[in-house]
T-cell receptor, first 113, second 114 residues
Framework: GENVEQHPSTLSVQEGDSAVIKCTYS??????FPWYKQELGKGPQLIID?????GEKKDQRIAVTLNKTAKHFSLHITETQPEDSAVYFC????????????FGQGTELSVKP | SAVISQKPSRDICQRGTSLTIQCQVD?????MFWYRQQPGQSLTLIAT?????????ESGFVIDKFPISRPNLTFSTLTVSNMSPEDSSIYLC???????????FGQGTRLTVV
């Protein structure tokens, strides 16, 4: 079955710097790749997603890139702010369903003022 | 996006007992899912809650331990049966409003078994 690896597990940056989180997946049939942000005591919040027919997607300070050949996708956050501090999860869906997901292990991002 | 309410938000339960978690959505959705998030870990899919039929369970999860109901398009329950301390986790409801669209999560139910 699908397996998603996420790196790094922790990431600390200075406010205003960029942050990059990388994920790899194993199942070439996967075609949907969302990213979720989880703050302490809350459920995961969808921040951006990408489908396999697109190589890059951007939403303000957040962007996601997808390399289907290499089976990896990345989250890029520019101009980081302290409120970006949270745990970020990547996920992949080999079922062509947005809700049936295999998650990465998570990255704890800390943005220092 | 759909607004998802889970009850209870947290509970402390005695081992050997059962707890039923409710998930209510403010609009009709096609798909509902249940996930488990063990302490400090990632999310693992337990099952897909099917409206009007038995849930579809993922490998490692069985109906006797995690019975699920979905009587209509806005509501589902997950029961954690015969609990042990290893069941201490956050249980999350997720919905997919329309087929092949993004999924949204509830705030989760934090369960502690003592």
């Amino acid at each position: 079955g699908e397996n998603v690896e996420q790196h790094p597990s922790t990431l600390s940056v200075q406010e205003g710097d960029s942050a990059v989180i990388k994920c790899t997946y194993s199942d070439s049939a996967s075609n949907y790749f969302p990213w979720y942000k989880q703050e302490l005591g809350k459920g995961p919040q969808l921040i951006i997603d990408i489908r396999s027919n697109v190589g890059e997607k951007k939403d303000q300070r957040i962007a996601v890139t997808l390399n289907k050949t290499a089976k990896h996708f990345s989250l890029h956050i520019t101009e980081t702010q302290p409120e970006d501090s949270a745990v970020y999860f990547c996920a992949a869906s080999p079922y062509n369903q947005g809700g049936k997901l295999i998650f990465g292990q998570g990255t704890e991002l800390s943005v220092k003022p | 996006s759909a607004v998802i309410s889970q009850k209870p938000s947290r509970d402390i339960c005695q081992r050997g007992t059962s707890l039923t978690i409710q998930c209510q959505v403010d609009s009709q959705v096609t798909m509902m899912f249940w996930y488990r998030q063990q302490p400090g870990q990632s999310l693992t899919l337990i099952a897909t809650a099917n409206q009007g039929s038995e849930a579809t369970y993922e490998s490692g999860f069985v109906i006797d331990k995690f019975p699920i109901s979905r009587p209509n398009l806005t509501f589902s329950t997950l029961t954690v049966s015969n609990m042990s301390p290893e069941d201490s986790s956050i249980y999350l409801c997720s919905v997919e409003a329309d087929p092949l669209t993004e999924a949204f999560f509830g705030q989760g139910t934090r369960l502690t078994v003592v």
